[in-house]
């Protein structure tokens, strides 16, 4: 099992190999690589030879085949449709956020219970906000896979087994709340905490 | 140096522990915070003992002791003001955020350069909106360290300057641009798209 860490830092290599590709750049060292993320060159040597051997030994990495390669192991080398649940503030920060669909994010449908929001289209991308009896419906239509949770935590759980029966593989959860998934479908909890922790910590251990 | 990945599991170690202390538990195994938090039982060990030694054979770890000594080494046995500059949706999620304030977070003030949103006061613990022009005043008397930054992207470096000047040690930026900041400030990024990235890849790779 790879564990989650390096999944993370593959997820970073690409979002500088499209920015070096985006800049006409054609072969980046891992010094460079280093340089430029803030990680350890060693860690990244030993990160891409985990997946087989990209580098041409005094040359470096050629930037679009290591890229293309990274997207394949990471399963981003095609379009995902996503939904959100919960069109409140997180929510629409996160459908504005322009990244999303640079890197093949798209979010097809948002549902809330306001009704002052249903039939409305929200974010930047006029995204169009359905009542949650649509769900399966729409997850259906869009072959969605993963949802996005943005519902206060009271409502999480309720939310969650809507998820379920409507064949959701995945669930990237934002409510403060442990939630109790079955086993065929994955959550992963998003805690912004953790990057404030990961701020004081690097600001105290000066 | 401590790697980002342990420390990332150190905040999610606490966070479990203020739960499990919250429900009276005094103390706890290795396995069940594996069962609890996802992670691997020996990954664990390993970073607790890393620290020190905390857990007693065949008992395991007193759920107390080895909080305060987590946040300890995290810096985060203390309280912390922050600010925010940017008062739009992602500023106001994060501004009305509960699990921010009881882990000790305050942010003191938001900045934006809005005229419709300065003199006001938003999110869940109305905190007051003030021009840029009050910055330094504010970091000051609030004796505050670190700083989020919820602004577009094209207004991160010209705010970044402003922030280095009030001399603030830290920015958790959430705008997508490479910051260059000068070498008495730390940078974290944070970048929701690795979010989906893991979450693809937890699928994929079934
Ligand atoms: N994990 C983090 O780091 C982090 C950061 C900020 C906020 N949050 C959490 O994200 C969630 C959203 O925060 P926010 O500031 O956007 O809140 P918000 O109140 O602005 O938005 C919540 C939205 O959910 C909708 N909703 C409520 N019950 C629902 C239901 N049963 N089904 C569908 N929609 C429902 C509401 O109508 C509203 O539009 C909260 O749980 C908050 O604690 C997490
Ligand atoms: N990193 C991530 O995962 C992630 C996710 C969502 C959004 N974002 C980013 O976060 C930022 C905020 O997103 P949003 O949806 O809240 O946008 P928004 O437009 O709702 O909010 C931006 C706020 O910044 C203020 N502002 C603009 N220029 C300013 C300046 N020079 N000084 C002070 N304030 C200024 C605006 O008045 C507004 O209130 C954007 O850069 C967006 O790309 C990042």
């Known amino acids: 099992k790879i564990p989650e860490a390096t999944i993370k830092r593959l997820s970073i290599y690409n979002r500088i190999l499209n920015e070096l590709s985006r800049d006409g750049i054609e072969v980046v060292s891992s010094a460079r690589l280093s340089e430029i993320s803030g ?18 030994r005094g040359v470096g990495y050629f930037v679009t085949h290591l890229r293309d390669n990274i ?10 449709n996503l939904i959100i ?3 409140g503030k997180l929510g629409q920060a996160i459908l504005s956020y322009g990244n999303l669909k640079s890197q093949g994010y798209n979010i097809v449908a948002a549902f809330d ?3 002052s929001k249903i039939g409305t289209k929200i974010g930047a991308y006029n995204t169009p906000v359905y009542p949650l009896t649509k769900l399966k419906e729409i997850v259906r239509k869009n072959t969605v896979k993963i949802a996005i949770l943005t519902t206060p935590a009271v409502a999480a759980h309720e939310v969650l087994t809507m998820l379920e029966e409507a064949n959701v593989e995945g669930v990237i959860n934002f409510a403060p709340v442990k939630l109790n998934p079955s086993k065929n479908i994955k959550i992963s909890y998003v805690d912004l905490v953790t990057e404030f922790d990961k701020m004081v910590f690097k600001i105290s251990s000066e």
């Open 71 to 80: 997207k394949k192991i990471l399963g981003i080398n095609r379009q995902w």
């Open 85 to 87: 649940i919960g069109a």
């Open 39 to 56: 990680l350890n060159a060693a860690q990244i040597r030993k990160d891409l030879t985990y997946f087989g051997e990209f580098g041409v």
């Open 113 to 115: 219970n306001d009704p």
